[in-house]
């Protein structure tokens, strides 16, 4: 059955997927996975990695289920910036050396430890 199908592949996470159905519109919104969704009959591959608009670098061996085709945000850089506050800094101390030391990071948890007042 379709929906069936519809879950599968979503789970497999394929570098391209066509859905070649009558009511191909309803069934769309049904995928997550996908480098790229084809809808319809005329929706071909070759049309899309080509002339259709998005380009063709695909996420591919089910990598779409955590990444993005090719797209403006890969050429945009972004910075995180933190700034805490003495009494924020302090009640995150202990958090931080114990998930440090959970991750056998022995220097983050003492680097932590010491900025103890």
């Known amino acids: 059955d ?10 497999y996470a394929p570098e391209h997927l ?7 519109d309803q069934w769309a919104n049904s995928v997550q996975n996908a480098g790229c ?3 319809g009959q ?3 591959e070759v049309m899309v990695d080509y002339v259709a608009g998005p380009n063709h ?6 990598t779409a289920r955590f990444s993005s085709p090719l797209n403006v945000l890969d050429f945009i ?6 700034t ?3 009494k924020t ?3 995150l101390i202990e958090p931080a050396a114990r998930i440090a030391l959970a991750e056998s990071l022995d220097a983050h948890a003492l680097a932590a430890l010491e900025r103890k007042p």
């Open 37 to 39: 969704l084809f809808v």
């Open 18 to 24: 066509c859905l070649y159905l009558d009511d191909a």
């Open 2 to 11: 379709i929906k069936s199908a519809v879950s599968i592949a979503d789970e």
């Open 84 to 86: 805490l506050d003495q």
């Open 42 to 44: 005329y929706s071909c």
């Open 89 to 91: 800094s302090n009640s």
């Open 57 to 62: 670098i695909l996420p591919t061996g089910g």
């Open 77 to 82: 850089k972004i910075m995180s910036v933190v």
